[in-house]
């Protein structure tokens, strides 16, 4: 097993058919950070092309984001994960603005909150889908979020610690709500967001968007803790 380094960073990048955006992507991940590319059943050669571009290549047989997003993260060894979309909506250059407070020690979860860089970067259906469960997390935690921003940043070991169990696209949820029961510091900061390359496998069609909200509402369905034994990034373990 690879040594962690102490505030070494991973990026993970949940895949599926996104050969066109991959080498943008990984041309653009910070210097000295790696990317973690989770193939989760593509056609298009994404993983040959991930892995000629440097990055480390898992292939996640079973289908779905919050699977793909899972196997990176207990994959990864680095102190900090991060988390990025690779369909070129966002620039992972921005990721040291999104991991520097969890790099220095004043927030535990950071999320990028997505500001659509032109009219129709994000489709309207799934902006409105966003708006509705982000006033829902708002409701549920108390926390002043406004996006469930898909571009994050935590400590592996804390969010392993949370035992997150949604494989499908409940997962970004899963994992705000069970940080904020467990006292976590969250915070949001802004990040540019572009149109993406090729079609959304999620949030693309009224389909995909309606399965994602479903997936999240059964997230907030989820009886609060009565303890939590989740790790508070920081904290004595």
């Known amino acids: 097993m690879t040594e962690t380094t102490t505030d070494s960073v991973d990026v993970v990048l949940p895949c599926l058919d996104e050969a066109e955006a991959l080498p943008w992507v990984l041309d653009r991940i910070p210097s000295g950070w790696r990317a973690i590319v989770v193939d989760n059943g593509s056609t298009d050669g994404s993983a040959d092309i991930a892995r000629s571009r440097g990055a480390h290549v898992l292939h996640e047989p079973r289908r779905g984001f919050g699977a793909a997003c899972h196997a990176g993260l207990t994959a990864a060894t680095a102190d900090i994960v991060c988390f990025c979309d690779c369909d070129a909506s966002l620039d992972p250059r921005l990721l040291p603005r999104v991991a520097g407070p969890v790099l220095d020690g004043s927030a535990d979860l950071v999320l990028g909150r997505r500001r659509p860089t032109v009219i129709g970067a994000w489709p309207p259906h799934a902006r409105l889908a966003n708006l509705e469960l982000a006033r829902l997390v708002r409701r549920r935690t108390g926390l ?74 059964a997230v907030l369905a989820e009886p609060r803790p009565t303890g939590s034994t989740a790790v508070v990034p920081g904290t004595a373990r």
């Open 144 to 217: 002043p979020l406004r996006d469930l921003g898909p571009m994050r940043a935590a400590r592996r070991e804390a969010l392993l610690a949370l035992g997150l169990t949604d494989r499908r696209s409940g997962y970004p949820l899963q994992m705000v709500v069970r940080a904020a029961d467990a006292g976590w510091r969250v915070h949001e900061t802004d990040v540019p967001y572009h149109p993406r390359t090729g079609r959304s496998k999620v949030t693309g069609t009224w389909l995909g968007t309606w399965r994602a909200v479903r997936d999240m509402r």
